[in-house]
């Protein structure tokens, strides 16, 4: 059973920086994509970024040009930089995993910025 843990969330200024981590119970080069989404109370989960095993990477509008994701497939680790933080941009981040059609999910970390 694929297990991914997130780690880093918690309280930032706006203006401030924080960086999650995923870290998966296997080589992450064995799925085809991971990457993040975040949803906050009554909204739907909503994309955020996603590197694939080729090292494509995509991030939503929304972040481009303040998050940036990567990996280090050496410790089986994807990580989401966020700078520039916003209020906006408070929610539970879940970090996912896709391979042989299966999608894997994190527990979630909550990422809060307030003033």
């Known amino acids: 059973q694929v297990q991914l843990v997130e780690s880093g969330g918690g309280l930032a200024q706006p203006g401030g920086s924080l960086r999650l981590s995923c870290a998966a119970s296997e080589g992450i080069f064995s799925f085809t994509t991971m990457g993040w989404y975040r949803q906050t109370p009554g909204k739907g989960r909503e994309f955020i970024a996603r590197i694939s095993s080729s090292g494509i990477i995509s991030h939503a509008e929304s972040v481009k040009g303040r998050f940036t994701i990567s990996r280090d497939n050496a410790i089986n680790t994807v990580y989401l930089q966020m700078n520039s933080l916003k209020l906006e941009d408070t929610a539970a981040y879940y970090c996912?995993?896709?391979?042989?059609?299966?999608?894997?999910w994190g527990q979630g970390t909550q990422v809060t910025v307030s003033s």
């Open positions: 996912f995993a896709r391979k042989s059609g299966a999608t894997y």
